[in-house]
């Protein structure tokens, strides 16, 4: 009997690692995403996602965040631009890593 119990511990065991795998955070549409940005004069001219280039066609708006400084330091410089194909992209670039990030994409409002 004692085999049965050890192997219904082992397979539990496996059950439960198979739980926290599936609860693992998954990436959503608001997670950052890295990103390749060309930047000229200081602000994104172009980004590159799935191996193909997209123009900025322009800066809808720009902001910075700094803050949780007592723990981590969290400073980002937002843009929200407008795409080439008639998209609007969230990015940001980490100012603590130097890293680019994409945080969503937003259609452009359509005009009737």
């Known amino acids: 009997m004692s085999d049965i119990g050890a192997h219904s511990k082992a397979h539990r065991g496996g059950d439960e690692e198979q739980a926290k795998k599936a609860t693992r955070h998954r990436p959503g549409p608001y997670d950052p995403q890295a990103v390749e940005v060309i930047v000229r004069d200081g602000k994104p001219a172009a980004i590159r996602l799935k191996k193909k280039s997209l123009r900025v066609s322009g800066i809808a708006n720009t902001w910075r965040i700094d803050e949780e400084w007592w723990r981590k330091p969290i400073s980002r410089l937002y843009f929200l631009l407008d795409l080439e194909n008639g998209m609007r992209l969230t990015i940001f670039l980490d100012l603590e890593q130097g890293t680019w990030?994409?945080?969503?994409?937003?259609?452009?409002?359509?005009?009737f």
């Open 101 to 111: 990030y994409q945080q969503n994409w937003v259609e452009k409002e359509r005009q």
